[in-house]
């Protein structure tokens, strides 16, 4: 079992100001470690999409932090994006690995062991599972249990993603039950306080959930 955990950030549905959520995102990159961004924008005309990536792409990247798009390998292939995340109604993955080359691909699971068993053996850069609590952000079709993550992290090594719902409030149960990375929309844009204290917040939950982890590792038998 990996003893790791970090934030994956996804963008709000719909940006009205992309300029001004250009610099909420700066904002929350100096809260604390983050990993990866993924620009989820439903629904928007290809170039919409494309103007949304010309400008967080650099303000990610910048930092380290890996950008993603969703749903889309297509248009993902012709942006400057790390990778791409597709669900189980999008491009088969085969078919986005072809347009993707070596960029990563990330697969939606859902609550299933065997979809992501699939997703992992097909070459899968990482899989993932929920929703693990009640989400505004999308409609969820399944709920994920936290044990889904422990599973995994004890029999597989591709990453897996813990997402739906998480806050600073519920993160380090995902962390301490397996989670690689945690994904969160609304539990940082809409913080009371700001994005970069939610961010800081969820860093505090992970390192709370990765110091159970270690403690359960270290008390389970050899």
């Keep these: 079992m990996t003893l790791d955990c970090r934030l994956y950030l996804i963008t709000p549905p719909a940006l009205s100001d992309l300029a001004g959520f250009g610099r909420t ?15 989820r924008l439903k ?24 950008v993603i798009l969703n749903d889309r390998p297509d248009l993902a292939a012709r942006l400057a994006v790390d990778g791409v995340h597709i669900g189980q109604s999008d491009m088969p993955y085969k078919d986005a690995r072809k347009l993707m080359g070596q960029r990563m691909i990330g697969v939606t699971c859902h609550d299933s062991r065997h979809l992501a068993m699939e997703a992992s053996e097909a070459g899968a850069d990482y899989v993932a599972f929920g929703a693990f609590f009640p989400t505004t952000t999308k409609d969820a079709p399944t709920t994920a249990d936290p044990e889904i993550l422990t599973i995994w992290q004890e029999t597989m090594e591709t990453p897996c993603v813990a997402i739906g719902g998480i806050t600073a409030d519920n993160a380090t149960g995902l962390a301490a039950a397996g989670a690689d990375f945690l994904a969160v929309s609304a539990g940082v844009w809409a913080h009371p306080e700001g994005p970069a204290a939610a961010v800081a917040a969820l860093n505090a939950a992970i390192a709370d959930g990765l110091a159970a982890r270690r403690e359960a590792r270290q008390q389970s038998p050899k």
Excluded: H, K, N, Y
């Excluded at 629904?43 to 792409?57: F, I, Q, R, S």
């Design 43 to 66: 629904d928007a005309p290809d170039e919409v999409v494309a103007a949304a990536v010309d400008v967080l792409a650099p303000i990610a990247q910048a930092r380290d932090v890996a």
């Design 25 to 39: 995102l700066a904002q929350a990159l100096e809260g604390g470690d983050v990993a990866a961004l993924q620009i």
